[in-house]
């Protein structure tokens, strides 16, 4: 049985501190900065993006066909969404980082459906490790503070005391747990997927796994949009004017 | 607006989704941060117990203010 042949190595040898990909030394240093195969396929992920969105807007026509028809239909669809939770124009202001990161997250998150993430050592999808989630989630928290001092200046930090000054604890509590709230979830979900669908293949190679990947998807979908719609209604809330 | 309650039912499905993790994240980061400032000054078990009922105030702070966003406008 394949079971007793691969139960060997341990469980989820792959997950946790792995051995990087490579190990680059800083000139002048005795330092090494370690490269893991996370960061590669998420370099990967970043190059796809690039590549066609260059692609897209490389040539663009009126009537648009091809790539640029695929990536009117993705921008379009997400700057709508936006829309609707922010209002029209904040959407075309904040829509690019709020698309840039639903993309990211939902290649990243559907990278572990390619054949053999997962069970091949070290290629793991990018979210199912803490450190990417906790950097995209700071870049969130971070951008809530830029965009809205950039919207209201100053004012922005009037929102502490509202509704009422003695709340102003509760509401940094909140805001300090935004942050790892985001980065908890989607890690969460991701690397426990990952992990079940391993397992699974590691007792039974073939048919067990494919229903938790059927699941994979929907899940990689719905973990990319949960992101993008908090970070939407987070710096819709910052970003507000009171009329 | 056709398109507008299109995006309502998925802005629901996200919202549920989140809620779960919001709450858990907020009572563990209230308690984790009440234990390290607890060993910072001494004091235990005090800033334990207040951080920890401050975080679970603001888990149901954030589970408020997501389920009624302030609106702003364009």
Redesign the interface.
Known sequence: MSASAHGGEGGGVHHGPVEPFLNLTIPGTEYQLPIYHFVVTSWVIMFILALTAWLATRNMHRLPKGVQNVWEYIVEGLF??FG???????ARKYGPFLTTLFLYILLSNYSGLIPGAAMIKGFVPPTSNVSITAALAILVFLSIFYYGIRAKGIGFFKHFFQPMAF?F???V??E???P??LS??LY?NVYGEETIISELGKMVPLIVPLPMMLLGVLLGA??A??FA??AS?YI??A???H? | MKDNDKYQGYRAVGLIMSAGMTMAASVLFGYLAGNWLDKYFGTKPWLTLIMFLLGTAAGLKALYDLAFPKKGGD
Do not use: D
């Open positions: 709508g969404f609707g939770i922010m209002g029209e124009s904040r709340l604890i509760l509401n509590v909140e300090l747990v935004r790892v709230s908890l979830r969460g719905i973990q949009f949960v719609l908090l209604t819709a809330g970003t507000e004017e009329h």
